[in-house]
Nanobody, 116 residues
Framework: EVQLVESGGGLVQAGGSLRLSCAASGFTFDDYVITWFRQAPGKGREGVSC????????YYPDSVRGRFTISSDNAKNTVYLQMNNLKPEDTAVYYCKATQLWVDYWGQGTQVTVSS
């Protein structure tokens, strides 16, 4: 069975850090682009980071650049999102997505709550 499972969310105070994990089973991340999205209540989905497993290129929007870092552990078939200096506006459900051509796999999401 193909699965993506996120973990690592929780409650943290502003200025704190969390590391989210996105673990794949049933397939390998080779040649996939892995993207972290977030969705806050009443807001649209926002991409916050992505990494190409083929060439290691990463991307961050201005809202998180310098605070979030995406990385990949090939041996564990897992992608991480290190989030530092968290702000209340980072509060959302965070999802990972694996994409290869027309194939998308989504995880179930993990809640991140940042208190002020």
């Amino acid at each position: 069975e193909v699965q993506l499972v996120e973990s690592g969310g929780g409650l943290v105070q502003a200025g704190g850090s969390l590391r989210l994990s996105c673990a794949a089973s049933g397939f390998t991340f080779d040649d996939y682009v892995i993207t972290w999205f977030r969705q806050a209540p009443g807001k649209g989905r926002e991409g916050v980071s992505c990494i190409s497993r083929r060439d290691g290129r990463t991307y961050y929007p201005d809202s998180v650049r310098g605070r979030f870092t995406i990385s990949s552990d090939n041996a564990k078939n897992t992608v991480y999102l290190q989030m530092n200096n968290l702000k209340p506006e980072d509060t959302a459900v965070y999802y990972c997505k694996a994409t290869q051509l027309w194939v998308d796999y989504w995880g179930q999401g993990t809640q991140v709550t940042v208190s002020s």
